[in-house]
């Protein structure tokens, strides 16, 4: 009797001890965090952006039971975030949002993130160093240079012509020049820019650009870059030149250089604004700048749009308004909207490759009196970017005027019989002369 209870004791220690073994240390051990990330990883160094909250990511791996429980996450160890868990299966992705928004600046700095969980009694951790920049990728109001386009003011009673050189123009990274032909139909023209876009650029800094064998000086110059990763420098972005006193008409000869070897060079667009003996007055804004974007890295689905703003008076007046966006490096297959004022006015438009492309839309009826925004967003740019440009806003008046009374607005050439004024000359002559005559005879 005594040794059957002594075995039967050790046989209970046994038995307990193969469940502590089986249960309890192997629970210990049933939940893992593996690692954890941003939204952006390149090599062994993951980023969260500034300016916006963002998605940590991660995978649990467990013994393939259920456990329901609790995620923390801190940052430098300050609580940031809760969230439940459920498990269910050995391998379960999990991410968790930090609503944190952080300064935009060009610094790029480390967070130490620690995600804790508490499940059924059962515990693990991770702790990660993450880095914080911003994201070049999302639009210029997530950069710290903000919105740095200029917009410029032009009256015409002519029309706003497009020439978009064909994509068999583009410089690859191993040809450094090319020459466009620019045909000009009349020499009765307010300006005539080029715009000469590029990307890539590695240590990019001026495209050298001839006119009829005349060189021409930069006009405005915009540049834009990721800020992620081992590429992050890399720069995108746009030359502009003022070629109006040195084109004529017929055939111009458009030599361009540049000075970068690792930059590619897009096609040419030539934009003309003229004028005509008889039209109705037109005010064109013309908003310049570069923005890149790209909807990759971005696994909060933030919108990824390029916005101009354009401030409008009277807008009862206007009888037509026509907005035109300029763009290049949006490939094949990439996809985006066009948008004035919240309203969708060209959907799903899809781009070329190695294109600098234009699209124009009609907006009248969605003119508002105060600021109005255009925005160009993108859709999918898959493992591409594209690269906004320019936004053209042209607003057609109701009253119809010639192009003599549009000049003397703006200048009074010697000789041209009228002041600015627009009154005459030789009647103001007349009545000088009558005036002096009254003088003289007084005198006497």
Known sequence: MIIIKKYTYIAILSLIAIFITTFCIAASDSITINGLTGEYTS???????????????TTISSDGGTYNGEAILYADNVEVARKSVSLTSSSTPFNITDPTIRNITNDIYNIT?????????????????ISVAYNGYLGKEFSPSGDDSITDEYTINGHVLMDAKDPITYLNTTTNSRTDIFKLANDNIVKVFAYV??????????????????????????DDKSNLGSYGNRTYGVRIFDITGYVHKGDNIIAIEKDDVSAALYPTVFVTLTNESVGTNKKVYINNGADLLSTNYN????????????????????KNA?????????????????????????????????????????????????????????ENSQIETATTLSKILVLENNKSDSLNHNIELKSNPIGSGLLKTGFPLGILLLILLSMGTLIIRRRK
């Open 322 to 378: 026509e907005l035109y966006s300029i763009f290049s490096s949006v490939a094949s297959g990439e996809v985006f909207d066009l948008f004035f004022n919240g309203n969708l006015v060209d959907i799903a438009h899809e781009g070329h490759d190695n294109a600098t492309d234009y699209v124009s839309e009609n907006v009248t009826k969605f003119i508002t009196n105060g600021v109005n925004k255009a925005s160009f967003k993108l």
């Open 113 to 129: 993130y620690n995600l804790t969980l508490s499940m059924n009694n059962v515990n693990s951790s991770v702790v990660k160093n």
């Open 299 to 318: 696994k909060l689905n933030r919108e990824v749009s390029s916005n101009s703003l354009f401030k409008i008076e009277n807008p009862d007046n206007i």
């Open 43 to 57: 090599g062994s160094t993951s980023f969260v952006y500034q300016g916006t909250e963002n998605q940590l990511n």
């Open 197 to 222: 876009p590029y990307n890539w650029g590695n240590n990019f800094n001026t495209v050298k650009l001839t006119c009829n064998d005349q060189r021409v000086s930069e006009y405005q110059r915009f």
